[in-house]
């Protein structure tokens, strides 16, 4: 195998190369997702929930098609091109507890889907539900 | 109008994110986890708000929206409940989101085979 070979070899089973190609595609997906998001909300708005219910309608819509995308496989295809555009909006949430959820079936009902369910969420709820205890607190102890 | 803007502010947010994952090697599960504490303290210093009210969706749908939601929910529950709020503000104003997700990936994981790695 010649050096050229062998570097095209290499670059092509090197993960996420930090070029700057990620960086437009995570742009238009994110984005797209967020307008979706507000196209969702106003649907939600239309049937006349109010404003903090819609939203939390929207999340539940967006969590909906985060997990149906990858039950679907298509999560995974689409995360590959659009990275963080996919990742950073609430549908990532979703994919981090589903994809673990499903993939980790074959480690039995209660150990693997149920435990798994929770490496990635487990994290960002322990942190997140700390931190808006703290806000709480302060909230109620200085301010 | 209101569309572009979202699409502005989620694209942003999902680009600047891109660039943290490709330069500072931060794994995604990092990334998230720091973005919810992120969104629960730029909205407890009062800087989160003026972002939502303009990006809308492209503020809320991205990670950072999590911890708005939750700093917001504690913040109303300790002007009703007191102490009380202060524990059950942020869980509750986080609970459909966590529980959509829990219980749509059991659902998934009972009828679905998994695709391929994730």
């Known amino acids: 195998m010649s050096n050229d070979e062998y570097k095209k070899l290499y670059e092509g089973l090197s993960p996420g190369s930090p070029g700057y190609k990620n960086i437009p595609f995570a742009f238009l997906t994110g984005g797209g997702l967020c307008a979706l998001a507000q196209l969702i909300k106003n649907l939600w708005l239309g049937t006349g929930l109010e404003e903090t219910a819609a939203s939390a309608m929207t999340s539940v819509s967006m969590i909906g098609l985060g997990v149906l995308l990858t039950a679907l496989g298509l999560f995974g295809k689409i995360a590959r091109v659009a990275g963080a555009g996919t990742l950073v909006p609430i549908t990532g949430f979703a994919n981090s507890i589903s994809s673990a959820a499903l993939e980790f079936k074959s480690e039995g009902f209660i150990t693997g889907t149920c435990v798994k369910m929770f490496t990635i969420a487990g994290p960002v709820l322990v942190f997140g539900i700390s931190a808006s205890v703290l806000y709480g607190l302060i909230l109620y102890f200085l301010l | 109008m209101e569309y572009l803007r979202a699409f502005l502010c989620g ?108």
């Open chain 2, 11 to 118: 694209g942003l947010i999902c680009a600047f994110s891109q660039v943290l994952i490709d330069r500072t090697r931060l794994t995604p599960a990092r990334i998230l986890t720091s973005y919810v504490v992120l969104g629960v303290l730029l909205t407890a210093l009062g800087i989160y708000q003026p972002v939502v009210k303009w990006g809308g969706c492209g503020a809320t749908t991205p990670l950072f929206g999590f911890g708005y939601a939750m700093a917001e929910g504690v913040k109303k529950a300790v002007s009703e409940q007191g102490l009380l709020g202060a524990l059950s503000g942020g869980l509750s104003a986080a609970a459909a989101g966590v529980s959509a997700a829990v219980f749509f990936s059991l659902i998934a994981a009972f009828l679905f085979k998994p695709k391929s790695r994730e």
